[in-house]
């Protein structure tokens, strides 16, 4: 069979079966596409009387 026709319970037994440790790290890597796409603000905004 070809990997990628298996389904998500398939594919977490077959990496269990060899390594039973296994964490699923899905989540850190939805999480880390979400800060990736979201517009990040490096502006700083000072007050002006700080500049005199």
């Given at each position: 069979?070809?990997?990628?026709?298996?389904?998500r319970m398939q594919?977490?037994?077959?990496?269990?079966s060899c390594n039973p440790d296994?964490?699923?790290?899905?989540?850190?890597?939805?999480?880390?596409?979400?800060?990736?796409?979201?517009?990040?603000?490096?502006?700083?905004?000072?007050?002006?009387?700080?500049?005199?």
């Open positions: 069979k070809v990997v990628s026709r298996f389904t594919k977490e037994r077959m990496v269990r296994w964490i699923d790290l899905t989540i850190g890597l939805d999480f880390e596409n979400i800060i990736m796409h979201q517009k990040l603000s490096t502006q700083v905004v000072l007050p002006l009387s700080i500049l005199s």
